[in-house]
């Protein structure tokens, strides 16, 4: 483990973790991925967004390596310009989500599928999330989504998620799980599917096999990847929820470069071997 950058692999989540508030990368967490590349090292993300939603990475992060999708759903291989793995939702998501809503419809709400992006439950907060994401969504009731079903993202303002968590973990629902993902939207994924499955599934790519992998994330969603990592670092602005997996927690946060920092940890350590121990004592 460690004993070379090039069979190292840094995944990252994008929001609060390499993307700061602006969703704009740093110039100086961009300069040291560019380092860690020309070193040898392999660098990509893992992300809540859709194959629509993260085109634009590959391109402007220089990504050569497939990314980690719809929270762990899919895993994205944009050289190709397909997906290497799905894990849809059962059928039994379509009267569930039809439920919820009904009970709550103050709740925004977004179907993920692999082509394309439903609203089924308009809101100024779904939105709003729809812009960032700069996604073309389609409209229409949950009995339209007639694709495979990846996730569910239900959106609303912070204060009402606690009463929607509580409202959701009373209902009993069976195969499927719930995790927050931010702090206004809580999704629904295939039961054990989270970017920490999605990281075991990478592992078995072709060409991955002996890689030692680093992952970064900053909350809930980020959690279970961190636990299936060799590596498990959070910024500095993390959750306590990912600080308390983390083998290193960074000075840092995402609006100060706490990539780079990372990077140069590992780029200036004189004996990678330093970092198998920070794993074995972080793993303790």
């Known amino acids: 483990m460690f004993e070379s950058v090039s069979k190292l692999c840094i995944i990252t989540d994008l929001d609060g973790t390499f993307l700061p508030k602006s ?10 991925v560019r380092r860690f590349e020309a070193a040898g090292g392999l660098f990509t993300i893992a992300t809540g967004r859709t194959v629509e939603a993260s085109k634009r990475y590959p391109e402007e992060l220089g990504l050569k390596s497939p990314m980690i999708v719809f929270n762990g759903a899919g895993i994205y291989d944009a050289a190709c310009d397909r997906l290497l793995y799905t ?11 039809r439920r919820i809503l009904q009970d709550n419809p103050h709740a925004g709400a977004e179907v993920l599928c692999a082509a394309s992006t439903w609203v089924v439950n308009d809101t100024p907060i779904e939105r709003q999330h729809i812009k960032v994401c700069g996604v073309t969504p389609r409209f229409g009731s949950v009995d339209e989504v007639r694709e495979d ?33 931010e702090r206004r939207f809580y999704e629904m994924l295939p039961r054990g599917v989270s970017k920490g499955s999605a990281l075991t599934a990478y592992r078995s790519l072709p060409g991955m096999e002996g890689f030692t992998f680093i992952a970064v994330g900053d909350f ?4 279970e990847m961190l636990r299936a990592a060799d ?12 600080k308390a997996c983390a083998d290193l927690i960074l000075s ?29 004592q972080g793993k303790q």
């Open 252 to 280: 840092r946060t995402c609006e100060e470069g706490a990539m780079e920092e990372l990077i140069d940890t590992l780029l200036c350590a004189p004996d990678l071997s330093m970092l198998g121990a920070l794993h074995r």
């Open 23 to 32: 969703k704009v990368p740093l110039p100086q967490d961009l300069k040291a």
């Open 149 to 181: 079903w990846l996730k569910v993202l239900f959106a609303m303002e912070p204060e009402e998620i606690p009463d929607f968590i509580r409202y959701i973990d009373a209902q009993g629902f069976s195969g499927v799980d719930f995790i927050r993902s």
């Open 87 to 97: 894990h849809p939702l059962p059928e039994a998501a379509r009267e569930m989500t």
């Open 231 to 242: 590596l498990a670092v959070v910024p500095q602005n993390a959750a306590a929820s990912a």
């Open 220 to 223: 809930d969603n980020d959690v």
